[in-house]
Structure formats: structure tokens, C-alpha cells
């Protein structure tokens, strides 16, 4: 069975993190975001691109993911780890060299006394209730933390994405509050927050969608592009329907592709009679359901029939795909899947 095709701009990712990286001040570092296997695009390739554009600060969501981080990046990159230090983290922290970033007094005291003397950072909650030390917690074991040189205090804005949101502020005021008098470094944006301002970068910053092509960096150059082969085109007569459930009817004589990809390919069923596929800058309907591995497209309005047609392209960015489907394009990069052949360009020294 034919599979789509993954192709991974380095270069693009590089100069999305020079990008993000020139919205701050020389002193303030950008670190950047692997989690979920670097969005989506491949963790050791991702992060090998990223620390030769420059970054040396990276962050994953628990230490599994640290293995092929560490495995590609060698021993000068730092790690962080967002989920701190769990029951069973023990060996691989100390073994992978991880800094977990403890979130709860319980974290704490397991990393004291598992590993004594290790580093690690904190995270603090400043309005989100997520993760990290609430206020009072944070009184309590504020003193101790901190005479145990803490690499990193950091907390992470939920609302960030919409500039206009009085909540940046309140986490900002509540950030402050927390950690002003300390002299550990400190973090609290990601990409929207990068993009915030000043105020908002403190000693590093953090960002992961707009490393990988997505908003809120609107100015962001798209990294994934994501082929579909044609296997089999069809004319179908006026009142014909297409696809499971026969949701949609020809109404009139239209030539129809099926395309290998689908629900299974992170291709959200959602964007059934609702996405569009792109061909030389002519863009397609999707027609009838998304099924779990392939797609039905009218491309009547072609001139030939396509060997490929493209979801993932210039013209049609992840959020694009992610507005079709009512979603966001942190979903749509995530949910790519195993399937597809992946290709890399650029990103060669
Ligand atoms: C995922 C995550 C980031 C990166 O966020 P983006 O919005 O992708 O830039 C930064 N910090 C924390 C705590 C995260 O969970």
C-alpha cells in the first residue's frame, strides 16, 4: 500500500528558532521545546537542527522522551524535563543527566533523597493549576528550595496566545511575586509568550509551535509538508455518492481521487466535507468521510490528475488544517502518526 510522505524543512525550523530567538534581548536564552517526539517530527532530528541553529536548552515532557534527546544532542545540551521526577524516574534522570523541573513538595522530597545533589528546577503555578507549586506551598518550602540552587524556577502561561487576555498579566504579577528576591534563573514563556514583550522573557524562554511552523508566530515559515499519493481516480454520474455513510452526492458528473491517508495518519476524521487537498496551487474539497486510511477528493477542477496531492503545503499551513477540523495546530502536528515516509530537507552543516 502506497503512504503519504513527511517531509521536515531543517532549515525552516532553524530559522524559526533565529527568528523567535531575535524577539528577545542577547541576555535572554531560547531554549526550545521537543516534547511528543519534537511535535510530531522527530525528536533527535529536530533537536540536533535546533542546537546547531544555536539552542542549548531543551525541554521534554518526561524523561522517556530525555533518551533519544540526550542520545542525539551528547552531554553538553542541557534537558529539562516539564513532568519533574516521578516514582521510577530515578535511574534514567541520573543516568541521561535530566534536570527534572519538580512541580509538587512530594517531587521534591523524592528528588533530595534519590539523588542528592543533582539539579533541578522548579515550577511554579502562577493561575494556570496545572502543574507547579501553588503560593502557599511555595511559602512553605521557599527557603529550603532555594539554598539547594534551583538551575531554574519557572511557571507557564495559559492564556498567552491572546495578547489581549488579562490573565498574561495576573500570572505575570503572581510570577513576580513568587521569585522576585531570588537570584535563580528564571522562565516563564513559551512561544506566546515570547511574543508578549519584554517583561514576559526573564532569563529564557521557551518556545515549541513556533519552532515547528505554528501559531501564535504567525510569521513562522512552515517546517512539515505532508503528500498524499493519488491510487485511484473515478468518474462519478450526477447522484452518486461517495464514501462511508453516503455523505455526499454528486451533483453532477465529478472526477474524484482517493488519496492514501487518513484518520489513522493524524488526518482528522473531522475534516470530512470540510478540508480541502492542494495540487499546484489548485486546492481540492474533501468529499464524503475521512476513513482511516485513505481520502476522498474531487478534483474536477484540475487539468491532469495528480501522482500526489498535498494536505500539509504553503498553501495550507498546519493551522489551516487545524481550523478545518475545529482544532489547533499543536493537534494536527501531534497526531501525524507512524505511517508516512519522512524526508528531511536543509539542515545539513
Ligand atoms: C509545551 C510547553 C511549552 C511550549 O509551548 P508552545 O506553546 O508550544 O510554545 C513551554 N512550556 C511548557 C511548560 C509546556 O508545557
Known sequence: MATGTLTIDLDALAANW????????????TGAVVKADGYGLGAARVARAL???????????????????????????????????????????????LIPLLNSINQLTRHIEALPGAPFGLQLDSGMNRLGLEPAEWSAVRD????????????????????????????????????DGTSARRSLSATGGTL???????????????LYGGLPFAEAKPVARVSLPVIQTRLVAPGEVVGYNATWTAPEERLIATVAGGYADGLLRALSGTGQLWHDGVSCPIVGRVSMDLITVDISSLSEIPQAMDILCPEQGVDDVASAAGTIGYEVLTSLGGRYERKTIGGLA
Not at 18 to 29: F, Y
Not at 61 to 87: C, K, P, Q, S, T
Not at 198 to 204: G, M, V
Request: charged share 20%.
Open 51 to 97: 542546537a546547531r541553529a544555536g539552542a542549548q536548552t531543551f525541554f521534554v515532557a518526561a524523561a522517556e522522551e530525555g533518551a533519544a534527546v540526550r542520545e542525539a544532542l551528547g552531554r553538553n545540551a542541557e534537558i529539562y524535563v516539564f513532568g519533574g521526577h516521578m516514582a521510577g524516574d530515578t535511574d534514567m534522570i541520573h543516568d541521561l543527566d
Open 196 to 210: 508578549l514583550g519584554p517583561q514576559y522573557h526573564f532569563d529564557l524562554t521557551r518556545p515549541g509551535i513556533g
Open 144 to 179: 529550603l528550595a532555594l539554598s539547594l540552587s534551583p538551575r531554574l524556577i519557572m511557571s507557564h502561561l495559559a492564556s498567552a496566545d491572546e495578547p489581549d487576555s488579562a490573565q498574561n498579566g495576573d500570572q505575570l504579577r503572581q510570577f513576580l511575586e513568587m521569585t
Open 18 to 29: 533565529r527568528a523567535l530567538n531575535s524577539k528577545s534581548d542577547s541576555a535572554v536564552e
